[in-house]
């Protein structure tokens, strides 16, 4: 089963315009993280935000912040005040439990166009 | 500040050729290290990961294999390359301490079977 869902295959935002891309995850696990990648057409894979399941306030980062709603198990990916630049694949990505080595689970991603 | 390199950036090699690929760290030490693959329009498939020296653990059986000879040096092989083979791959490490840790990468490799 899908454990990263990331329904939006594809998101078009007006340049200065906010856009949210949506991410929902599934574990039974209490103790997990959840990560924000940007891969821009050059292929680098740009980490840009944090969340962890036990942080009570939502995280951000610059113009990006993450809004968790854990009961919900989602975690969107909120941009402000899009740039030409923001236009990329993004993908959602969790890490599951206390253990150092375990793997970090990415989802489909979602290709977003920022329109001048 | 830590840095990781990953070469050839770009690589064509012809069905059943070897290949060899190298990820090195700079200015951490123990990290646990990865290596992934992206087919074209695609998410990351995750290959192999180490959590130390000689210590692999591959997540897909393929014609691929993976060594770390050194602490900080990861190299993604294959003795004969199959056109499935193709796809975008990348190296990544992170510090062993538990869910709190992100990923960084490396720029990748791009490459192509012919």
């Known amino acids: 089963a899908q454990k990263i869902t990331q329904t939006q295959p594809g998101m078009f935002v007006q340049e200065k315009e906010a856009v949210t891309l949506d991410c929902t995850y599934d574990t039974s696990d209490p103790s997990y993280g959840l990560f924000w990648y940007k891969q821009p057409s050059s292929g680098e894979m740009i980490f840009l935000i944090y969340q962890g399941s036990y942080d009570q306030q939502n995280a951000t980062e610059g113009r990006y912040s993450l809004n968790f709603q854990k009961a919900r198990k989602s975690a969107n990916l909120v941009i402000s005040a899009s740039q030409l630049g923001d236009s990329a694949m993004y993908f959602c990505?969790?890490?599951?439990?206390?253990?150092?080595?375990?793997?970090?689970?990415f989802g489909p991603g979602t290709s977003l166009s920022v329109i001048p | 500040s830590q840095t990781i390199h990953q070469w050839p950036a770009t690589l064509v090699q012809p069905v059943g050729s070897p290949l060899s690929l190298e990820c090195t760290v700079e200015g951490t030490s123990n990290p646990n290290l990865y290596w992934y693959r992206q087919a074209a329009g695609r998410g990351l498939q995750l290959l192999f990961y180490?959590?130390?020296?000689?210590?692999i653990s591959s997540e897909v059986p393929q014609n691929l294999s993976a060594s770390r000879p050194q602490d900080r040096q990861f190299i993604l092989s294959s003795k004969k390359l199959l056109l499935s083979d193709s796809g975008f791959y990348l190296c990544?490490?992170?510090?062993?301490?538990?869910?709190?840790?992100?990923?960084?990468f490396g720029d990748g490799t791009r490459l192509s079977i012919l």
């Open positions: 180490s959590v130390g020296i000689g210590q």
């Open positions: 990505a969790m890490r599951e439990g206390e253990t150092s080595y375990d793997k970090v689970i």
């Open positions: 990544a490490w992170s510090t062993g301490t538990g869910f709190v840790q992100p990923q960084h």
